[in-house]
DNA sequence: ATTCAGATGCAAATCATTTGCAATTAGTAT
DNA sequence: ATACTAATTGCAAATGATTTGCATCTGAAT
């Protein structure tokens, strides 16, 4: 397979059209390969933008902060599909009715939880949770098999308390 | 599924006559007079069905379990809004795009979590939760006030773990 | 019985998301 | 490069949940 050679990111197989500035990386060149899928400008260009956002964002956030015209708002949702079944995104619902996106660097398993403001929906990221334990005694109790959880917070932020 | 039901006698207070057949509590009464809000057949409709629902159920299994006729999704929807304002049932969101709703009983605040079968969608009720803390370690952590949490738990069955 | 703000039915409108289909394109073989 | 084929995309129309405008109706106070 792969072994160590240099790889190269064809950054240079761009026909006209506006999507010229997306380079690949080789992560999202080679999970789409392993699944025979292609590399197209938009998997990129969304790729590219999650990897500027530090917190969860929604599809059409997306779509509104992509180059105009670099693709269509089906598009964003059909790659959104791909890239979560992929494990390259992680879905979150803040129960707003919008799902929204984080982009699962290398080795992240994307396990973290959010401190969701519900004035101004600004978002902390949390690291910490004891749910590990929960999860166990929950299987071991209803006899459930791969249990995983939600988990997030609600609050009023410093700023909106000020207001 | 569960067979746990939940006895609540209080369906004593029929005062018979005049307003159909959907007896109103006193508590719904109570409450809604508080807003100067009207006891409709309607809503005690639904909240006589909630009192025999054991899980949350979304607006559509409500409307579909009334008596046909009783009332316009659109009711269900506005009467959905106004109880869980006035504090008398709980919404959920399980992620996949519905609201279901809990009776909130008498010095019921609500607060518990549920394990849902991620292949055929039954509930378990979940008292524990030791969250407690970790929402006041938050509230000091990032200044934040009023800080509540959402957290569900998701799993196999154990029926659907033997197909 | 009268009165009128709050409720309801019904249909149309929103909003997020999905899907059918014809046109376009990535990746690969020629 | 050229040709070829399946994956992708754009666009529009379809879904599905939820909301809303409006004319009509009703609860409850007088």
Do not use: W
């Not at 590219?48 to 269509?72: A, K, M, V, W, Y």
């Not at 959104?80 to 619902?93: A, N, Q, S, T």
Request: aromatic residues 6%; glycine residues 12%; charged residues 25%.
């Amino acid at each position: 397979m792969g072994g160590e050679g240099h790889h190269d990111c064809r950054l240079d197989h761009c026909h006209g059209g506006g999507l010229g500035e997306h380079p690949a990386t080789p992560e999202l060149t080679n999970r789409l390969r392993r699944k025979s899928r292609r590399v197209t400008g938009a998997r990129q260009a969304i790729l590219n933008l999650l990897r500027t956002q530090s917190h969860p964002i929604s599809i059409r956030g997306i779509f509104e902060r992509l180059p105009q015209g670099d693709c269509d708002l089906a598009t964003v949702y059909r790659s959104m599909h791909l890239l979560e079944g992929m494990e390259m995104v992680k879905r979150y619902e803040f129960g707003d009715g919008v799902a929204r996106f984080e982009l699962l660097r290398d080795g992240d398993d994307g396990h973290h939880h959010h401190l969701v403001c519900t004035r101004c929906a600004s978002v902390v990221e949390i690291e910490e949770c004891g749910m590990g334990q929960l999860e166990e005694r929950m299987a071991a109790a209803y006899g459930f098999a791969a249990v995983t959880h939600k988990l997030e917070f609600f609050g009023i932020c410093p700023r909106c308390q000020g207001v």
